[in-house]
């Protein structure tokens, strides 16, 4: 009977041992690695090879600060959003996180992200507000108050192919000369288009989504939205030619919906393979398109048809966001600086990177690639262009609005009809979501 006590005691005591360290490292492990280093997470959507990207970044900056260590957890794009919000609202997210402009609004709103401001203009910082591009911000700021910091920027343009254009008996700098003679317009765009598909191919293939639409509208002096975020595209005429002009040229076929194209099927696929005039991107069709010995292509900016040479479109961006919940907030937040900054967008964007710098002290960058020629247009879209954000203040009407759109696009509605549930959609989500 001693024995059996006497084993039972040990036991217990090794329990309590082992239940006590179990408790340290439960308190201190989300904050300190086990070798005394300062531990931060990270999340962000992206492919293995934007993963890469990301992780240039993170590398140089522990590698300048040895007591930090810095893990990054990809995560799948379709289920991204409401799963970091899940993570935020039950204070499980990683330290850090990649937000889309899409789902900012709702992130702010939850109250659970770091207000960004004091610190960008503290000394501990890597980079100023002012360093950014001024269109760069979108929802990520409200008045003064900025929760989000942008990793990077995609400015939309067209890419267009030559040797598809010549094929066509056009000059294949066509849309070059055009542009800088100043005639680069919504008629002389449907004119190439038409040139094109009389030869057999396809002209521009036409996406769905607030990157294409708002760049068209805003190349028409058009909007969709007043200042103080009221749904205005009945009233705005230049905002109803906008989506005349691009229905009437899918119904022609000098323009191809994409989502009309078969399954598998995309504007990139048809413009790799020369069949296709042109598409319209950031900077992220680049990299693969440089690859292709075959390809010949370059950038010009949209075709505009207010007089001016060249108009607003939409910057494609993410910003990168600290939790409040974070156990080491002062660390997390001189990493992201880091990371947004000169220095760190330089780690993931020298090298024929897949983006255009949001920090203008970076533009070298783009001024310098040699792939396409006309790279420098990436900076003219990004000072002139700008991250959308009265829509984007709507939790789901962006993708309630591209449904209707692709039933216009797919010719299922006329254009007064997509108008009219397109008002209704609107004014009913953004009165839901009033303060």
């Known amino acids: 009977m001693r024995k059996r006590l006497y084993l039972l005691g040990v036991v217990c005591f090794v329990s309590i041992l082992f239940l006590s360290a179990c408790s340290n490292e439960s308190n201190h492990g989300e904050s300190n690695s086990n070798d005394g280093k300062v531990s931060l997470t990270m999340t962000a959507w992206g492919n293995p090879a934007e993963q890469e990207v990301y992780q240039r970044a993170i590398d140089a900056y522990m590698k300048q600060n040895e007591n930090v260590s810095i893990e990054l957890i990809p995560a799948p794009g379709d289920t991204y959003a409401q799963q970091l919000l899940t993570q935020l609202q039950g204070s499980q997210a990683p330290d850090l996180f990649y937000v889309g402009e899409v789902q900012m609004a709702q992130l702010i709103a939850t109250g659970r992200l770091i207000e960004l401001t004091d610190f960008l203009e503290s000394e501990d910082s890597y980079v100023k507000v002012d360093d950014f591009a001024s269109g760069i911000w979108g929802p990520a700021r409200r008045g003064e108050q900025i929760y989000g910091v942008s990793v990077d920027s995609n400015p939309m343009l067209l890419y267009y192919n030559k040797k598809v254009l010549e094929e066509a008996g056009l000059d294949p700098n066509e849309p070059q000369k055009l542009?800088?003679?100043?005639?680069?317009?919504?008629?002389?765009?449907?004119?190439?288009?038409?040139?094109?598909?009389?030869?057999?191919?396809?002209?521009?293939?036409?996406?769905?989504?607030?990157?294409?639409?708002?760049?068209?509208?805003?190349?028409?002096?058009?909007?969709?939205?007043?200042?103080?975020?009221?749904?205005?595209?009945p009233e705005n005429e230049r905002g109803i030619e906008t989506f005349a002009y691009l229905t009437k040229n899918v119904v022609d076929g000098n323009f191809t919906y994409a989502g009309a194209l078969p399954e598998g099927q995309g504007g990139d696929a048809m413009f790799m393979s020369n069949q296709t005039a042109f598409v319209s991107a950031g900077r992220w069709f680049t990299p693969m398109f440089s690859e292709n010995e075959a390809l010949e292509f370059d950038y010009i900016p949209y075709p505009t048809n207010t007089g001016e040479q060249i108009e607003p479109s939409f910057i494609a961006t993410a910003y990168l966001a600290v939790g409040d919940h974070s156990k080491n907030k002062e660390e997390a937040l001189r990493f992201l600086s880091y990371y947004t900054s000169e220095q760190g967008q330089r780690d993931r964007l020298e090298d024929e990177g897949n983006a255009v710098p949001s920090v203008t002290t970076a533009d070298d960058i783009i001024e310098n690639a040699t792939i396409p020629e006309h790279a420098n247009y990436l900076i003219d879209a990004r000072d002139i262009g700008k991250v959308e954000d009265k829509q984007a203040l709507v939790p789901g009407l962006s993708d309630q609005l591209e449904s209707i759109l692709d039933l216009l696009f797919l010719g299922q509605l006329d254009l007064d009809e997509a108008v009219v549930r397109l008002e209704k959609t609107a004014n009913e989500l953004i009165e839901a979501n009033q303060p």
Do not use: C, P, R
């Open 179 to 233: 542009y800088e003679s100043g005639n680069w317009t919504w008629d002389n765009f449907q004119k190439i288009n038409e040139t094109v598909t009389a030869n057999g191919k396809y002209g521009h293939v036409l996406e769905n989504g607030a990157h294409h639409y708002f760049s068209w509208l805003w190349s028409n002096g058009g909007e969709m939205y007043g200042d103080d975020g009221s749904f205005i595209l």
